[in-house]
């Protein structure tokens, strides 16, 4: 099933925030910087499988597509890194 207008104007918005975070970054895909394109596909594709499937969560790498529980919201979440604290 392919993607409404609304949807699809979601999807460039979120890519159009989350690209420049992997090339200020570093992030690689396949050992390269994904493209604008790529990203947009990747956020299609976790999106298209959350709502079709109604899985909770979907993820690769680091987007995740996460829908709550009466099939009416999805999040998308990008995972920026860890930090640990401890004891010196």
Known sequence: MSLSLEEEKVIVEIADKV?????EYGWK????IPTLKEIREC??????????S??????TG???VERDEDLS???F????GEIEFGEE
């Open 62 to 64: 680091r987007i995740r």
């Open 43 to 52: 956020l299609e594709f976790l999106y298209k499988e959350a709502r079709d």
């Open 29 to 32: 895909w396949k050992n390269k």
């Open 77 to 80: 979440y990008l995972e920026l």
């Open 73 to 75: 919201c999805y999040t």
């Open 19 to 23: 690209y420049p975070i992997f090339q």
């Open 54 to 59: 109604k899985r909770e969560m979907i993820e």
